[in-house]
C-alpha cells in the first residue's frame, strides 16, 4: 500500500468514528420539549412511619 491510500484510510477510519460519537449529541439538539412535557403532581406528605422503623430495626441488630 501506498502511504497515500494508508492516509485516506486512516481518514475515513477517523471520519467513522467522529459520526457515531457526534451522533448522540445532533440527536439530542433535535429533541423539542415544551412545557407540556413535565410530569406534575400532588403528593401527600408522609408519615414518617419508614424512618422510625428503619431507626428501631437498625437497633435491634
Known amino acids: 500500500m501506498t502511504p497515500l ?3 485516506l484510510g486512516h481518514l475515513a477510519k477517523g ?3 467522529a459520526a457515531v460519537v457526534a451522533s448522540p449529541l445532533i440527536a ?3 429533541v423539542r420539549a415544551g ?3 413535565i410530569i ?3 403528593y401527600e406528605k408522609s408519615s414518617g ?3 422510625v ?3 428501631s430495626l437498625k437497633r435491634a441488630r
Request: aromatic share 4%; glycine share 10%.
Open 28 to 30: 439530542v439538539q433535535n
Open 15 to 17: 471520519l467513522a468514528l
Open 35 to 37: 412545557h407540556e412535557n
Open 40 to 42: 406534575e403532581g400532588h
Open 5 to 7: 491510500f494508508s492516509a
Open 49 to 51: 412511619a419508614g424512618l
Open 53 to 55: 422503623l428503619m431507626v
